[in-house]
């Protein structure tokens, strides 16, 4: 069982995105789509901050 773990109490949103090569989704099933999406944001939202930290991973890693 996985249990949460506190990463730090100043971030008050974190949430992903998925791209499909096409549009953005706020979902992504790899058995119903067949596939990994082509990039994975990560989106961290801090307290006391107006700026986001986006992190975006392509997928496979190492492909261009």
Excluded: M
């Amino acid at each position: 069982t996985l249990r949460p773990v506190l990463v730090s109490a100043d971030i008050e949103r974190f949430a992903f995105r998925y791209f499909d090569g096409v549009r953005w989704h706020d979902r992504w099933n790899s058995e119903t789509e067949q596939r990994l999406p082509k990039l994975v944001e990560c989106r961290l939202t801090w307290q006391r901050s107006a700026v986001d930290d986006v992190l975006e991973i392509r997928l496979p890693a190492g492909d261009n």
